[in-house]
């Protein structure tokens, strides 16, 4: 074994994986997951370690080495590309669930599109667990494409046999990922009438962030739930912005998170004066500072505002509803604060004067 400063957390690591009472179908994986992470630190000497051990004969070794590579992509992106390769060439030979289940999960974290191909091979995998992994993984390494080999596997595994997979298959489509189609609102329409209510529930949320006003009712009754609404729900609430779910939601404690970004986006009232606060800021920062490009943004898959500053990739950008909280709810200051968090560039104040 290596003598990295991840060998020795990697060495304890698979002592309590060769432990493990092989009968227990919960085993307390913390400790293990623990340790891997911590060896994740030692970027090289975890990639090395990682590709030693899913070259061994041992699978507990090369589900172990299959989690610290994936550990080891997450942490140091300069890796990524590195542990995808690793990983998907072991996906070529590998047959043992509990490894590819790890590989799956490891995959998810390379944001390498390559691994698409594999994901998509494994969604048909006989064992459950294998499956409810790609359904996690695939926002990862997603293609971005509404009819993308990613979604279509997707899209089959929200009517998968087992709720845990479809739920997990659920939550990836509607949730994680930012595409819309027919096929996607038509599977996330199908788990709105699953006995299972956890896939249930992400189907609802899944068809509000795409703006389906089948979701009004549907939410309107997991917000009258006994037990209460989950934070999904007021996100998916404060995106669909439908004036209907304004009295259900104004019976949740305004201090609740997202509870408040909810009302405002459903309340005609709040949304006609933030409406009007954010072009009164728009037309101050265009007289103050015209060379910022100032604009206004509405995402489609998140609810609120955002003011965005040029048109670069990496262009800075502003919650809205934040900003003006900060200005105490006065656009003029607000627009003050932008211009001061940019001041003009030099060169270009001393070309304008000549």
Do not use: K
Not at 17 to 39: E, G, I, K, N, T
Not at 67 to 84: F, I, N, V
Not at 230 to 242: E, K, P, Q, S, W
Not at 246 to 266: E, I, M, R, S
Request: aromatic residues 2%; proline residues 9%; hydrophobic residues 40%.
């Amino acid at each position: 074994m290596d003598t990295t400063p991840a060998a020795e957390p990697v060495a304890r690591a698979l002592a309590l994986a060769h432990a493990a009472d092989p009968s227990d179908p919960d085993p307390d994986q913390d400790a293990y997951r623990s340790l891997l992470r911590q060896a994740a630190a030692d970027g090289p000497g975890s990639l090395t370690l990682g590709r030693e051990l899913i070259r061994s004969p041992d699978p507990v070794d090369r589900e172990a080495g299959c989690a610290l590579l994936g550990h080891a992509g997450d942490r140091h992106e300069e890796l990524r590309a590195e542990t995808a390769t690793a990983l998907i060439g072991l996906a070529r030979r590998e047959s043992g669930s509990g490894v590819l289940a790890a590989l799956a999960r490891a995959l998810g974290g390379t944001a390498d599109r390559r691994a698409v191909p594999v994901l998509v091979t494994l969604a048909g995998h006989p064992d459950a667990g294998v499956r409810e992994q790609v359904a996690a993984a695939f926002p990862g390494v997603a293609t971005g494409l509404p009819d993308g080999p990613d979604t279509a596997a997707l899209i089959t595994l929200t009517r998968d046999p087992d709720p845990q997979v479809r739920n997990w298959a659920t939550f990836s489509l509607g949730l994680q990922l930012e595409t819309d189609s027919p096929a996607i609102r038509a599977a996330l329409w199908e788990r709105t009438r699953d006995e299972d209510p956890d896939a249930r529930e992400e189907g609802i949320h899944g068809l509000a962030r795409r703006h389906d006003p089948r979701a009004v009712p549907l939410l309107l009754e997991l917000l009258g739930h006994p037990d209460g609404a989950h934070t999904l729900t007021f996100h998916a609430a404060a995106v669909l912005g439908a004036p209907e779910l304004l009295p259900a939601l104004q019976t949740y404690d305004a201090d609740g998170t997202g509870v408040d970004d909810a009302v405002n986006a459903c309340d005609p009232v709040r949304r006609a004066r933030l409406d009007a606060a954010a072009w009164d800021l728009l037309c101050t920062l265009d007289r103050l500072r015209p060379d910022l490009r100032a604009a206004l943004r509405a995402p489609r898959f998140d609810p609120g505002l955002e003011l965005t500053l040029g048109s670069a990739p990496e262009t800075p950008t502003y919650d809205l509803e934040a900003l003006l909280r900060r200005a105490a709810d006065d656009p003029t200051r607000a627009a003050d604060l932008v211009a001061a968090d940019h001041p003009p560039d030099p060169d270009q104040r001393s070309s304008s004067a000549s």
